[in-house]
């Protein structure tokens, strides 16, 4: 089609062959250019529908490369689900201090204690900077944890276990005459999703620990609800 459009266009639509009537040549001018400009809207139609096809099936090659992706994303998943029972794995355990040793506390205001020397955290749902267990998924739980404490002079150490502000259970030891006090206590709860769990201190209390880890906090997902 471009060669035609391209002939008719150099050789003025025939209009230069001798021994045409001049009257003629307007009718056949005017017929002729109708002709090229059907000619090049066709020509220039064509070139269009050839970049629309080039589009189409680009378009369609991202496609099929999407849903390629998309079905191994899924097989990912499956997998991922088949090796743990499709059961989120959540298990933390932390002890107090992560060196040195000596007392934490007294504060003015009863405070979470901060276990930073981690052992475990499946599922990363224990932060260590504020020391507060936050539920990822909705489930029943088993928190554990352990107090200790020296004479200085006397013991003097009271803390709680605490769930959204809520005091749940508690160890303490404030008399003896000992030189080292030690107690646990745990709980079984339910909870859903931003749920805080975490261990306070009591205001003006202490807690002694060195590098035989004696304060821990531990806690992990029975099941999911």
Not at 78 to 94: D, H, K, M, N, Q
Not at 122 to 143: E, L, Q
């Amino acid at each position: 089609m471009k060669k035609i459009a391209v002939l008719i266009l150099a050789f003025g639509c025939c209009l230069c062959e001798p021994g045409i009537d001049e009257n003629k040549a307007k009718v056949g001018q005017s017929s002729g250019s109708t002709s090229c400009c059907n000619i090049c809207s066709l020509t220039t139609l064509s070139e269009q529908m050839g970049e629309l096809r080039f589009k189409v099936a680009n378009m369609a090659e991202k496609i099929t490369f999407l849903e390629t992706n998309q079905q191994n994303t899924e097989k990912e998943v499956l997998e991922l689900r088949s090796l743990t029972g499709g059961i989120p794995r959540v298990a933390f355990s932390a002890a107090l201090r992560d060196s040195g040793s000596g007392d934490t506390g007294p504060f003015t205001t009863a405070t979470p204690l901060k276990y930073k020397n981690i052992f475990s955290n499946a599922g990363s749902c224990y932060n260590p900077s504020t020391g507060i267990f936050t539920a990822m998924v909705d489930g029943m739980y088993f928190f554990r944890f352990s107090m200790f404490n020296n004479l200085s002079p006397t013991p003097n150490s009271v803390v709680s276990l605490r769930k959204n502000g809520e005091q749940l259970v508690s160890v303490w030891d404030v008399s003896g005459t000992d030189s080292n006090d030690m107690g646990s206590n745990a709980v079984v709860i339910p909870l859903k999703v931003g749920d805080n769990v975490y261990v306070e201190l009591f205001a003006n209390r202490v807690v002694y620990d060195d590098m035989a880890h004696y304060n821990t906090f531990s806690g992990f997902l029975l099941f999911t609800m």
